[in-house]
């Protein structure tokens, strides 16, 4: 673990402290949105990717981090990293089936329509559209058979999740009910 990872775990889990540990909501008492942003028109946009972005931000990542309002911004970022077309980034996006994620990395998925997408069918549809729906969440700890993340806009809150490892340390398949979805990458961080 790195000086920088540390404090960014160390972030995450304040931050699920001060949201009464995932049981806090965004529209509850003295738990202010970190976003700034406002309801419009009855709806409340997205905020998880500006969790996400403040946590690395508060961490001290600098300019090595592409903050965002969507995660497939930061995403692409860390792709192109990996393609050494983006020097000096402090992530590389790395198909989850070969690697084994570390606290400070952010695990990703896709969301709606591009819940079924991987690594390459992400990369595509950015190289062609700019946009997809994603999340991400922060590594804080790895054990031998799971993955712990915080993330940002879960139900409304900051919460914490329980990733399944396979025997080698990969992640294994997203489940929704009865059916398995892929992630996208695991973006390795660097800093």
């Not at 969790?51 to 961490?59: D, E, L, N």
């Not at 993330?151 to 489940?175: E, Q, T, Y």
Request: net charge positive; hydrophobic share 35%; charged share 20%.
């Amino acid at each position: 673990m790195t000086i920088f990872t540390e404090k960014l775990a160390q972030i995450c889990l304040a931050e699920y402290a001060r949201w009464d540990n995932g049981a806090g909501r965004e529209t509850q008492g003295n738990i202010n949105n970190l976003t700034g942003r406002t309801v419009q028109g009855g709806i409340r946009p997205a905020w998880s990717s500006a969790f996400v972005s403040f946590c690395i931000r508060k961490a001290g990542a600098g300019t090595k981090f592409k903050y965002s309002q969507a995660h497939c911004h930061y995403i692409d970022a860390a792709m192109k990293a990996s393609a050494g077309t983006n020097a000096g980034y402090g992530y590389r996006a790395m198909k989850p089936a070969a690697y084994t994620p570390k606290v400070g990395d952010i695990i990703c998925g896709g969301r709606e329509y591009a819940k079924t997408y991987d690594y390459d069918q992400a990369k595509m549809i950015y190289q062609a559209d700019s946009f997809y729906p994603s999340h991400g969440d922060i590594v804080i700890e790895v054990t031998t058979t799971h993955a712990i993340t915080i993330g940002g806009n879960i139900i409304h809150n900051v919460d914490r999740k329980k990733l399944s490892l396979d025997g080698n340390g990969r992640l294994l398949p997203r489940k929704d009910g009865s059916k398995s979805y892929p992630w996208i990458a695991v973006l390795a961080c660097e800093i």
